[in-house]
């Protein structure tokens, strides 16, 4: 989702402007996530997982639809937000039966995590391409760290996964927002916001595994 390309100057909008697009585009990606969480919360984990695959499919065709049609572009992201939220519904049922009081917990720790940081990337000055270069290997670096825990006991190894992550999507939280002030193509408003629907819903993933005592379980 990181692209020098998303930072060239378009037809010189407001910033007020970009921003109440991304946000009302973000707001209802999340809702459709919502929808497709509550259509999913029945199904099997298999066909959360095609519905994983499917959505980040529609995310990539999202790249390609930018500059010809923001109308696809907007149809895909809401297509994306939707499939999101039919291949987490899995999981969110589980943290539903089991221990609820997890998710509100994960969903105002998120709130305050987002609101913070989000303010932070919007109002920095300083250049934080350095900051995405880090946060992106360090992501790698993660995804690695999650499969090799898979077949070696590694104590607290949830633990240690949410903790990154959430240090990981930090940076990623930061940049967003300052690409979201300093962008003036109205025609990135879809990718931004699914930019930072993918950092709101990582971090809450995170905060959901430590809140559910995930780590107990090593």
Same mark, same amino acid.
């Given at each position: &989702?990181?692209?020098?390309? &998303?930072?060239?100057?378009g037809?010189g909008?407001?910033?007020?402007?970009? #921003?109440? =697009?991304t946000?009302? *585009?973000?707001?209802?990606?999340?809702?459709?996530?919502?929808?497709?969480?509550?259509? $999913?919360?029945?199904?099997a984990? $298999?066909?959360g997982?095609?519905?994983?695959?499917a959505?980040?499919?529609a995310l990539?065709?999202?790249?390609?639809?930018a500059? =010809?049609?923001?109308?696809?572009?907007?149809?895909? !992201? $809401?297509?994306?937000?939707?499939?999101?939220?039919?291949?987490?519904?899995p999981?969110?049922?589980?943290?539903a039966?089991?221990?609820?009081k997890?998710l509100?917990?994960?969903?105002?720790a998120?709130? !305050?995590?987002?609101?913070v940081?989000g303010?932070?990337g919007?109002?920095t000055e300083?250049?934080?391409?350095?900051?995405?270069?880090?946060?992106f290997?360090?992501?790698?670096a993660?995804?690695? #760290?999650?499969?090799?825990?898979?077949?070696?006991?590694i104590p607290?190894?949830?633990?240690i *996964?949410?903790?990154?992550?959430?240090v @990981?999507f930090a $940076? #990623?939280?930061?940049v967003?927002?300052?690409?979201?002030r300093r962008?003036q193509n @109205?025609?990135?408003?879809?990718?931004?916001?699914?930019?930072i629907?993918?950092?709101?819903?990582?971090?809450?993933?995170?905060?959901?595994?430590? #809140?559910?005592?995930?780590?107990r =379980?090593?």
């Amino acid at each position: &989702m990181y692209d020098s390309t &998303m930072t060239r100057r378009g037809y010189g909008i407001s910033t007020n402007t970009l #921003f109440a =697009r991304t946000m009302a *585009y973000v707001a209802a990606t999340a809702a459709l996530f919502a929808l497709g969480a509550y259509i $999913g919360r029945d199904i099997a984990h $298999g066909a959360g997982f095609i519905a994983f695959i499917a959505a980040f499919a529609a995310l990539i065709a999202m790249r390609f639809t930018a500059a =010809r049609s923001p109308q696809a572009t907007v149809a895909l !992201l $809401g297509a994306f937000g939707l499939l999101m939220g039919v291949a987490t519904a899995p999981t969110l049922v589980y943290y539903a039966t089991t221990d609820p009081k997890a998710l509100w917990q994960a969903g105002a720790a998120t709130a !305050l995590f987002i609101g913070v940081l989000g303010s932070v990337g919007y109002a920095t000055e300083r250049d934080l391409s350095g900051v995405a270069r880090a946060s992106f290997w360090a992501l790698v670096a993660l995804l690695v #760290f999650g499969i090799v825990a898979i077949f070696v006991n590694i104590p607290h190894s949830s633990v240690i *996964y949410s903790v990154a992550g959430l240090v @990981i999507f930090a $940076g #990623f939280t930061v940049v967003d927002f300052q690409r979201l002030r300093r962008t003036q193509n @109205i025609a990135s408003a879809p990718l931004l916001a699914a930019s930072i629907f993918l950092d709101i819903l990582n971090v809450f993933l995170f905060f959901l595994s430590l #809140f559910g005592g995930g780590g107990r =379980r090593n």
